[in-house]
């Protein structure tokens, strides 16, 4: 007999989302954690229809999150920080700076919360939230001094690829939510990935299509544009979608990759791509001082 779904799931299951799953099964130890200490690190988020998504009316003001309105403290935020060990290092090592783990698996989200507790953290929260729902109305424009997005899922397969975090769209609430002179780190493992991702930045770096360079300029600068062209060349398989050469921008610019940011830990991920002999590759822009508005561009497919 053919499954009935009431007609908001369909709407649901056509929702474009950038991470496989979100529920999971917890070990005992992660369910006490999460017992534990939720309360202490865990945001609650409104949902908007399902789970992971941000009911639009929702705002999340990190200053009271923390409990420091009126202070302006530097805030990392991460998107996808799986088990955490990026952002928990970090962390541990810069108590002057606050940082918020945004996460859509139940499993990663009880490991971040028992590495804080772990580590006895104050400066860090996470948000159990579809990070591109976030980043498009909860978090307050220009409250971030860095966003990063590190090894997020490759969706390696073309059919896929729609499904990948880092896009135009993702980029505009990225600057959304950097103040000027934030920076936004990327990195992957995944060549085809890193394109993608230097073909956005050249995109967000550039003036918006139509508009005069002397009424509004572009919200990123991409200092690295072009950069280290060669890197992961030497290590190019024929065929190998996994790692390759270059095959430019749309633009015609190859290379764009930025020195490893020495502030990231080496997390499992990472570690996986470099024995499997894929090559990472780092990408920054910072955001200028241009102010934001609600979307001028349109999404692009990639
Ligand atoms: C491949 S893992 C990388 C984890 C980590 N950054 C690292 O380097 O080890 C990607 C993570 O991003 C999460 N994720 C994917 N899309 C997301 C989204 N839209 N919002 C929040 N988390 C997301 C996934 O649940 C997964 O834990």
């Avoid at 996808?80 to 139940?106: F, Q, T």
């Avoid at 980043?135 to 001094?145: D, E, I, N, Q, R």
């Amino acid at each position: 007999m053919t499954q009935q779904h009431p007609p908001r799931s369909h709407a649901i299951r056509s929702r474009v989302r950038s991470y496989s799953r979100a529920g999971g099964r917890l070990t005992d130890a992660q369910t006490r954690a999460l017992e534990r200490y939720g309360s202490r690190y865990v945001i609650d988020v409104p949902r908007a229809d399902a789970i992971r998504t941000v009911d639009p009316a929702f705002r999340l003001a990190p200053a009271s999150v923390f409990g420091h309105v009126g202070l302006l403290r530097p805030l990392i935020v991460e998107v996808g920080s799986g088990a955490g060990e990026a952002i928990l290092a970090h962390a541990a090592a810069h108590p002057g700076v606050d940082h918020l783990a945004v996460e859509a698996w139940e499993t990663a989200i009880a490991r971040i919360v028992a590495g804080a507790a772990r580590l006895g953290l104050r400066n860090l929260r996470v948000v159990p939230a579809d990070a591109a729902q976030l980043f498009a109305t909860a978090l307050p424009v220009g409250c971030a001094s860095e966003v990063w997005v590190f090894f997020p899922d490759p969706w390696r397969k073309p059919r896929h690829r729609k499904r990948r975090l880092v896009n135009i769209t993702f980029a505009d609430s990225v600057a959304r939510v950097l103040r000027p002179g934030g920076v936004w780190r990327m990195a992957t493992d995944w060549a085809d990935y890193a394109w993608q991702m230097r073909d956005v930045l050249e995109e967000v770096s550039a003036l918006p299509e139509g508009v005069e360079a002397d009424s509004t300029g572009p919200y990123f600068r991409y200092p690295d544009a072009g950069a280290r062209a060669d890197l992961g060349s030497d290590t190019a398989e024929e065929g190998s979608p996994g790692n390759g050469f270059d095959p430019g921008s749309p633009a015609g610019v190859r290379g764009g990759w930025s020195q490893r940011y020495e502030g990231r830990v080496l997390t499992r991920f990472e570690d996986k791509g470099i024995r499997a002999g894929r090559t990472i590759r780092d990408l920054t822009a910072v955001r200028t001082g241009e102010i934001w508005v609600a979307p001028r561009r349109q999404a692009v497919a990639f």
